[in-house]
T-cell receptor, first 112, second 113 residues
Framework: ELKVEQNPLFLSMQEGKNYTIYCNYS?????LYWYRQDPGKSLESLFV?????AVKQEGRLMASLDTKARLSTLHITAAVHDLSATYFC????????????FGEGTQLTVNP | NAGVMQNPRHLVRRRGQEARLRCSPM?????VYWYRQLPEEGLKFMVY????????ESGMPKERFSAEFPKEGPSILRIQQVVRGDSAAYFC???????????FGPGTRLLVL
């Protein structure tokens, strides 16, 4: 059974600081997604990572994938308050069809 | 181009009643997924449908829950005889095809009293 674990689950950081969220998954997978969720809202797709060594960047967020280590990271550079949200990684395994298996989520709070 | 639409956004039911949740996928998307999010938890897959077909219902409880995606109209997730443990946010997602990025709707927050 595919399991996805994120850490930390809660992250409180100061504006301007850098930090990394980690996403580990238990078996080989074929795609990895990062989503953002604001309180009471839906999920917004941030990145999709398809292959080993893939790196994608959008603004202050950068995601990478190491399929050998079964690890993805979401790096936050010079955090700002607007980045406060819950971030989920989700994995798709072809043999499991199209369903996404989600991590528990990392609740990020950026303090002024 | 409207995104994934869900209604109602909030639904209150008493124990034993039925809940019907509707999802209209994005234009051009024929694949629909339902996920459930319990408070303070991640999303859990329930069911994957294409028009008139259930492709994967391995995440859906065997009792009381059913889903459909008819040829015309929205996808419906139906929960019969609701219990308090059914209280959760139910998200629908759609994609244009198998294996493509899923786009999520705003969710239906179900509260069972």
């Amino acid at each position: 059974e595919l399991k996805v674990e994120q850490n930390p689950l809660f992250l409180s950081m100061q504006e301007g600081k850098n930090y990394t969220i980690y996403c580990n998954y238990s078996t080989t997978s074929d795609r990895l997604y990062w989503y953002r969720q604001d309180p009471g809202k839906s999920l917004e797709s941030l990145f999709v990572l398809l292959s080993n060594g893939a790196v994608k960047q959008e603004g202050r967020l950068m995601a990478s994938l190491d399929t050998k280590a079964r690890l993805s990271t979401l790096h936050i550079t010079a955090a700002v308050h607007d980045l406060s949200a819950t971030y989920f990684c989700a994995v798709v395994k072809e043999t499991s069809g199209s369903r996404l298996t989600f991590g528990e989520g990392t609740q990020l709070t950026v303090n002024p | 181009n409207a995104g994934v639409m869900q209604n109602p956004r909030h639904l209150v039911r008493r124990r034993g009643q039925e809940a019907r949740l509707r999802c209209s996928p994005m234009k051009g998307h024929s694949h629909v997924y339902w996920y459930r999010q319990l408070p303070e938890e991640g999303l859990k897959f329930m069911v994957y449908l294409q028009k008139e077909n259930i492709i994967d219902e391995s995440g859906m409880p065997k009792e009381r829950f059913s889903a459909e995606f008819p040829k015309e109209g929205p996808s419906i997730l139906r929960i019969q005889q609701v219990v308090r443990g059914d209280s959760a946010a139910y998200f629908c997602a759609s994609s244009p095809g198998h294996w493509e990025t899923q786009y999520f709707g705003p969710g239906t927050r179900l509260l069972v009293l």
